[in-house]
């Protein structure tokens, strides 16, 4: 069984205007994902204790996902090292969308994460590696009606594989699904805006699933399961 541990800073899903799309909170969409899979999902958020993010907690996590906008500054400097630590020695961490602005991730890159940015647009994704395993189940392209706009340049060391590629209907393009290895694995993926329903998307909901059977620790790895790729209909 694979531990993941959900985090998010948990601030904009107070607002009515996240709640009426996400009513459990971006977390509880996120966790989701997981229900009929051989996961154990936690969640944490930054006004717990030691900011969701104890040792205890860690320690018990294979895969750390992160959901993170306007409060990157108050992750502490504690925080942050506490999971860099756990990244290096294994962990594996699937920061999305806005999170590539947070303490962690930016330590990982060594990079300001710096992209360019805009409102509300058509977003077309395209599978790029199709051999991936985080690619197993998903069409060579597929579209969210509307997601924010992250365009390139986007400020990261070289990946090691991009296995997602976005085009948004304003002529941008940008790397939206990115590996790296820190010790641990990592999977940038771009979408998921508060505002937009993204994370019911099925395909997204697929990737960000595949991301994390493949993230998990080297001992943990058992392939990514098998099931019925999403039909195009039900997007
Ligand atoms: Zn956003």
Redesign the pocket.
């Known amino acids: 069984m694979i531990r993941v541990h959900i985090w998010n800073e948990n601030i904009h899903d107070r607002e009515d205007y996240v709640r009426a799309v996400y009513p459990d909170g971006i977390h509880g969409a996120l966790a989701d994902i997981f229900r009929d899979e051989d996961v154990r999902v936690t969640t944490g958020f930054l006004d717990e204790d030691e900011q969701g993010l104890p040792e205890k907690v860690l320690a018990e996590t294979d895969v750390l996902i992160w959901w993170g906008?306007c409060a990157h500054d108050r992750v502490t400097d504690d925080t942050v090292s506490r999971v860099i630590g756990h990244i290096h020695a294994g962990m594996g961490f699937i920061p999305l969308?806005?999170a590539h602005h947070s303490k962690v991730f930016r330590a990982l890159c060594g990079t300001t994460a710096n992209l360019k940015?805009r409102n509300d647009d058509r977003e077309r994704i395209w599978t790029v590696d199709p051999h991936h395993p985080i690619a197993q189940g998903i069409p060579e392209h597929f579209e969210l009606d509307t997601e924010?706009m992250y365009g390139e340049p986007f400020d990261i060391p070289s990946p090691d594989e991009v296995v997602f590629m976005g085009w948004f209907a304003g002529g941008e393009v940008f790397r939206s699904g990115c590996t790296f290895t820190r010790g641990g694995r990592i999977f940038y993926f771009q979408p998921?805006?508060?505002?937009y329903p993204t994370y019911k998307n099925e395909y997204v909901r697929r990737i960000i699933r595949n991301a994390v059977f493949w993230a998990a620790p080297a001992g943990k790895r058992t392939g990514i399961p098998v099931t019925n790729p999403p039909s195009l209909e039900n997007n």
Do not use: P
């Not at 998921?192 to 505002?195: D, I, P, Q």
């Open positions: 906008h969308h806005s940015w924010e998921g805006h508060e505002t």
